[in-house]
C-alpha cells in the first residue's frame, strides 16, 4: 500500500538554527498539510498547500515557517530560526478522496 | 472550525477486556477520521467513517452522523493495543484540514 515518508525520524538542532523536515506524499494525491504535535497534546493543523500554494495557514505558521514543494514529489517544511518551542512531532499527510493518509513523523528537537 | 472532544481522556484495562472509545463532534462532518498513535509517536490510520460502522479485526467503529459521535470498539484487547486513540473529522470535503480531539490515552495491563 503506498504511503507518506518523511524524513528525517528525529532531528536534533540548536536554538536559531534552520531546519528542513522533509516529506514524499503518495503520488497523484493532490493536497498536503503539515501537521504539530506537541509532546502530550493533540495534533494542530499547520499549512494546508495545493496547486504550488499555501491554501491554508493557522496562526502558528508565522513568518519563520514556509512550505515548498521544489519537484514533482517532495514537499518540505522549512523553520528559519527554531526555537525551544518549536521542539514537537511534525506531521505530513496527503489527501485522497476525503481521506488523509499521515507519515510516520518527524520529531523535533531544539536545544 | 468543529470542535472535537473525546472520552474517556484516559483507560486502563486488564489484557482481554473490551472498551468504548468516544468521540463527540460539534458539526456535521464529511470526513471522521480514527487514529492510533503508538509509544514511537507514529499515527496509524484505523477507520475513515463519516457515518455507519465497519470492524477490523478486533477493531471496530460506529459513526451516527446525524447525533454528531462516533464510538471506537476495541475487543480482547491486547498490550499493543495501548497508545492514545484520536478522532479527527472536517466539514467539507476538499483542501480543509483536520481537526483533531485531545485523545483517549489506554493502557493495557497485561
Known amino acids: 500500500e503506498p504511503e507518506v515518508t518523511q524524513t528525517p525520524s528525529h532531528q536534533v538542532t540548536q536554538m536559531g538554527q534552520e531546519v528542513i523536515l522533509r516529506c514524499v506524499p503518495i503520488?497523484?494525491?493532490?493536497?498536503f498539510y503539515w501537521y504539530r504535535q506537541i509532546l502530550g497534546q493533540k495534533v494542530e493543523f499547520l499549512v494546508s498547500?495545493?496547486?504550488?500554494?499555501?491554501?491554508?495557514k493557522s496562526e502558528i505558521f508565522d513568518d519563520q515557517f514556509s512550505v515548498e514543494r521544489p519537484d514533482g514529489s517532495n514537499f518540505t517544511l522549512k523553520i528559519r530560526s527554531t526555537k525551544l518551542e518549536d521542539s514537537a512531532m511534525y506531521f505530513c499527510?496527503?489527501?485522497?478522496?476525503?481521506?488523509?493518509?499521515f507519515g510516520a513523523g518527524t520529531r523535533l528537537s531544539v536545544l | 472550525g468543529i470542535q472535537v472532544e473525546q472520552s474517556p481522556p484516559d483507560l486502563i484495562l486488564q489484557e482481554g477486556a473490551n472498551s468504548t472509545l468516544r468521540c463527540n463532534f460539534s458539526?456535521?462532518?464529511?470526513?471522521l477520521q480514527w487514529f492510533h498513535q503508538n509509544p514511537w509517536g507514529q499515527l496509524i490510520n484505523l477507520f475513515y467513517?463519516?457515518?455507519g460502522t465497519k470492524q477490523n479485526g478486533r477493531l471496530s467503529a460506529t459513526t451516527v452522523a446525524t447525533e454528531r459521535y462516533s464510538l471506537l470498539y476495541i475487543s480482547s484487547s491486547q498490550t499493543t493495543d495501548s497508545g492514545v486513540y484520536f478522532c479527527?473529522?472536517?466539514?467539507?470535503?476538499?483542501?480543509?484540514?483536520?481537526?483533531f480531539g485531545t485523545g483517549t490515552r489506554l493502557t493495557i495491563i497485561p
Open positions: 458539526d456535521s462532518v464529511n470526513n
Open positions: 503520488s497523484n494525491h493532490l493536497y
Open positions: 498547500f495545493y496547486n504550488n500554494e499555501i491554501s491554508e
Open positions: 499527510a496527503s489527501v485522497d478522496r476525503g481521506i488523509q493518509y
Open positions: 479527527a473529522g472536517l466539514t467539507n470535503f476538499g483542501n480543509e484540514k483536520l481537526t
Open positions: 467513517i463519516p457515518s
